[in-house]
Every structure is written in C-alpha cells, then in structure tokens.
C-alpha cells in the first residue's frame, strides 16, 4: 500500500486521498478523545449514566466515520493507482489491469518516465 501511494503521490493524484485520510484522522481524534473523557467520567460529579450515554453515543459515531473514511480512502486509493498505471504503463499492462490479470508495472519509455518509475518502486 505505501508503494501505491507514493506512486499516486508522486503524480499529482493524490488530492481526494488527503482529504479522505484527513476526515479518518478527525474521526480518530473524536474516538480517542471520547475514550479519555469515559475514563474521566466516574470523578466528574455528573450523572454517570447520561455522561456516559451520550460520550457512548459519540465513540460509537466517531468509530463508525472512521470505517467509512477508510472505506473510501482504500477505493480512492485503488482508484487513482489505476489512473496511474493507465498514465504510466506500456499498452500491455493497462490491458492487463483492465482484464483483472496480474500486473506487470513496465514503464513507458521517454524522458519523462526515464528512471523516475524504477526509482519509485524501488527496483
């Protein structure tokens, strides 16, 4: 996964990826946020069972934002790695990807692309 997206990254297309893993990290904060404040609620001097309903309430909220985000962000993550093998590739490997054939990355050849996928992948 960290290949993929440092492949999306690295052209540009990673824009609705950080907004979708910056809404999971909102959700994340709300959740750890709500777990500290039921830890809390007991020396609160408050009606224990309405604070921990409704901090409850918001834990379960948060955790369910979460999968959805990351939900999301797996899709649009697959889905920009597909833009850009269909970038990047020879003819071959985006007709394999488009069959659901495994695939074999070969980059185009020209200047543009001369090292920088090798270099990205690691090979």
Partial sequence: MATARSLV?????????ETFHA????????????ISL??????????????CAVIGAILIVSLLGMHTFGLHYARELFAASRAWVRRNATDESANA??????????PRSGPANEGRVAALLGT
Wanted: charged share 15%.
């Fill in 9 to 17: 990254t690295a052209d540009g297309l990673s824009s609705r990826l």
């Fill in 23 to 34: 809404n999971y990290g909102m959700f994340r904060s709300f959740a750890v946020g709500a």
């Fill in 97 to 106: 990807v488009e069959s659901g054939e495994t695939l074999k990355l070969v």
């Fill in 38 to 51: 039921l830890l809390v609620a007991p020396w609160c001097g408050l009606n224990l069972m309405a604070t």
